[in-house]
């Protein structure tokens, strides 16, 4: 049976993009309530997030970009000096400036941290955050609703103690801001399967997209049309994931699981089914390598929490009765108070037979040079030891931190049941490595 830890910060639903935006973070509380109301949370570890410090975000983003960040605004968005401070790091009306949006993206990031980190201290099998997977987010800029790329900080944490990082995009979109992270290092493989044509956002991906010096052949992309259903996602999916675990060997594996390739999606045009989108991360768990699970898009909010509640439960091995349990938000899933979602056998899928077997022979002939190139191996010193860094927070009711995430979950959780049994641990901010510790030399063996 797996070791599931899931990270959830109850004021991560609260926060607003603004009128009309079409990324809700209120679809995390839905998840949220999914999990407790079908009694999911009895086989997680449940941890509240610490938020992500400065430097933990400097990993990737440059520090200009993240001291803005913490200074902008709404009012100041508004000041016309600095218009050109908005613009250069692609504050836009996808990604504009709403309030809190500091301390949401570092709650956000200190999630998938934490995923990472637990990880690393072999604590977990799979570690789920449903608030992350901002896959677009630039160094220093923000794109497609992404701030900071909470992946590229976890998977920097992963490579402090993994030789090689599997990185799979199941969104709608190109997982362009990790891609371009990683397209020079052999040690992260990307794979996003992605719409691709028609100057649809973010523009890149084509199959022929490899990776740039060592890194070449290490960004498998997978382009689609419109209305690509469960079996020629699966054509693709299966046959690339299974060439990638031979040649490529990860030591774990990060999967972006947005639900924007969904059937229905409000900005997407797929056609996957909850169950079809859900096998795809069943076949990468049977691997049986430590996971994260991130979310990403998802813009029917409904849809959304319904496939992430489903994914939760798929990754606790549990199969969870198709009639959605009374919760607070049952306005949501009417009429039909179902969990899964089925394709659309009307919609045009415009992903020919030959189409599809023509990327699957592309992104074979790159895999196959992989095959035959010497994998990265990664001597690390000083492997970090648990003890030295993670600091479990003393439960002490005196303080307001504590407080805060005990009212909060009380909030959240039915009323029947005993919060000690959900809120089994707290973390605390972890101290960060020297840098120099990052690609550093010792025997890897002692974590294989
Ligand atoms: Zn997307």
């Known amino acids: ?26 679809r995390n509380k839905l998840v949220h309530h999914l999990i407790m109301e079908y009694g999911i949370y009895k086989r997680l570890n449940i941890y509240k997030p610490w938020r992500a410090t400065n430097e933990q975000m400097e990993m990737f983003h440059s520090k200009e970009y993240i001291d803005f960040l913490q200074r902008v605004t709404p009012e100041m968005a508004l000041q016309p000096h600095f218009k050109k401070s908005l613009e250069e790091f692609n504050f836009t009306d996808d990604c504009p400036v709403f309030e809190g949006l500091y301390p949401f993206v570092q709650t956000v990031v200190g999630s998938s941290l934490g995923c990472a980190m637990k990880i690393n201290e072999r604590a977990a099998d799979i570690c789920v955050n449903w608030s992350g997977g901002l896959h677009h987010a630039k160094k220093s800029q923000a794109s497609g609703f992404c701030y900071i790329n909470d992946i590229v900080c976890a998977i920097l944490e992963l490579l402090k103690v993994h030789s090689r990082v599997l990185y799979i995009d199941i969104d709608h979109h190109h997982g362009d801001g990790v891609e371009e992270a990683f397209k020079a290092t052999n040690r992260v493989m990307t794979f996003s399967l992605h719409k691709y044509g028609d100057n649809y956002f973010p523009g890149t991906g084509d199959v ?52 924007d390739s969904l059937n229905g999606d409000r900005l997407g045009f797929f056609n996957l089914s909850i169950q079809g989108h859900c096998d795809c991360m069943k076949y990468v768990k049977k691997f049986g390598l430590p996971m994260i699970l991130v979310g990403g898009g998802g813009y029917t909010v409904s849809n959304t929490a319904r496939c992430w509640c489903y994914e939760t439960a798929a990754a606790c091995d549990l199969n969870i009765p198709d009639q959605i349990p009374i919760n607070d938000y049952l306005e949501y899933y009417v009429p039909d108070m179902k969990i899964t979602i089925s394709t659309n056998p009307q919609m045009k899928n415009c992903n020919s037979r030959n189409y599809i077997e023509d990327i699957l022979n592309k992104v074979m002939i790159i895999l196959e040079d992989v095959g035959n190139s010497n994998l990265p191996i990664v ?23 504590f407080n805060d995430v005990s009212n909060g979950f009380i909030r959240d959780i039915p009323l029947n049941i005993d919060s000690d049994e959900v809120i089994k641990m707290y973390t605390e901010p972890l101290p960060i490595y020297p840098k120099s510790k990052l690609f550093c030399t010792q025997n890897l063996k002692e974590f294989e």
Request: glycine share 8%; with cysteine.
């Open 379 to 401: 001597q690390f010193t000083n492997p970090p030891r648990i003890d030295e860094h993670t600091i479990e927070m003393q439960i002490d009711e005196d303080q307001q931190d």
């Open 208 to 259: 022929d997209e490899i990776g740039i010096d060592e890194g070449k052949n290490y960004s498998i992309n997978v382009p689609l049309k419109d209305g690509i259903n469960d079996e020629g996602y699966h054509r693709l999916f299966y046959p690339i994931i299974d060439r990638i675990m031979e040649v490529f060997q990860p030591s774990v594996v990060v999967m972006q699981c947005g639900a």
């Open 1 to 26: 049976m797996s070791r599931v830890c899931y990270f959830y910060d109850q004021n991560v639903g609260e926060f607003d993009y603004g009128f009309g935006h079409p990324m809700k973070p209120l």
